[in-house]
């Protein structure tokens, strides 16, 4: 229906203003079809608003949005019918049945009751609840829980899917479940567009992404382009005693290009991290641990704004 690269929401300098208070401030962007598409920033950098007025929930104040070639102001309801919204805090009907949550979403859009039946159980099957189908929604976990909204965001069969904060709150193997489904939308050509403070979903998910900060889109890029941009190659992490911490100023110039000391480790930028610890070593600085790994989106972030995605 959308030939790929062609932008399904198109956004021009646009603002969500709560009376004084600006929450997103004039950020423009495109997103194309089949493409995973991230809002990558802290809580209350504005990503939130970002996807509400994609989602027709809360209006522009200024600036141009076009979803799936349409205005919100004027066709909100058309859009609505096209898009598939997983929110940040799961909304389900906890008093139903699994099955049923789905069912009664469908009857928002008309779907055919034979239709909307088939289209469950394919649903249920593709995130692996088939077998909790009758179970009352309130005895799932979390995880399951995120599963499941994913399925009724599903139903319509939507041009776009927006994902707020997807796995947030969910225990890592659960995180790791939902990052597979989400994958597999992916595989199939589905066009997602979800907001994240993980770097690793960030990473893992996003074709492309916008860096967010205070309102602000402060970088743009696939994930590898901002690495390759904003960090190094690889990251040597130092950790040591507090004394010895407060002797380091200026001593590990001549280790890597760049030197970053947060509270709780020191960390040089290098290409070469094993060589970097062998110049640290040379000095006779004293260390608790040294762990070289490759460099992330939290780097990046860190780069940019001078301080951490999750403080």
């Avoid at 947030?168 to 567009?193: F, I, M, N, S």
């Avoid at 996003?206 to 602000?216: G, Q, S």
Wanted: glycine share 8%.
């Amino acid at each position: 229906m959308h030939p790929i690269g062609t932008p399904l929401i198109h956004a021009r300098d646009l603002t969500k203003r709560f009376g004084d208070f600006t929450a997103v401030d004039r950020i423009s962007f495109d997103v194309c079809a089949g493409e995973a598409f991230g809002f990558l920033g802290p809580n209350g950098a504005g990503k939130t608003s970002t996807m509400r007025m994609i989602a027709c929930a809360s209006p522009v104040t200024d600036g141009d949005l076009l979803v799936l070639g349409m205005t919100p102001q004027a066709q909100a309801s058309r859009i609505k019918a096209r898009l598939g919204v997983v929110p940040q805090q799961d909304n389900l009907d906890t008093e139903i049945t699994v099955r049923e949550n789905l069912l009664m979403y469908a009857r928002y859009f008309d779907i055919e009751r034979q239709v909307a039946s088939k289209r469950a159980d394919e649903l249920l099957d593709f995130v692996e609840l088939s077998d909790r189908a009758d179970a009352q929604v309130e005895s799932l976990s979390g995880g399951m829980k995120r599963r499941l909204t994913i399925a009724r965001a599903l139903v319509n069969e939507p041009d776009v899917i927006l994902l707020d904060e997807p796995t947030t709150g969910l225990d890592p193997q659960a995180r790791h479940v939902v990052w597979e489904r989400l994958y597999q939308l992916k595989r199939r050509g589905a066009t997602l567009l979800l907001t994240t403070h993980y770097m690793d979903e960030a990473e893992r998910l996003c074709d492309r992404l916008v860096v967010m900060d205070k309102a602000r889109i402060v970088a743009t890029g696939s994930p590898r382009e901002l690495i390759d941009k904003y960090s190094t190659r690889e990251v040597l992490e130092l950790r040591c005693a507090d004394d010895v911490r407060a002797t380091l100023d200026g001593r590990l110039g001549g280790v890597a290009d760049r030197v970053e000391m947060l509270p709780d480790r020191v960390q040089i930028y290098t290409s070469d991290g094993e060589h970097a610890l062998q110049l640290v070593h040379a000095l006779g600085i004293p260390l608790e641990s040294a762990v070289v790994r490759r460099s992330t989106l939290e780097d990046v972030f860190l780069r940019i704004t001078g301080r951490g995605l999750i403080e």
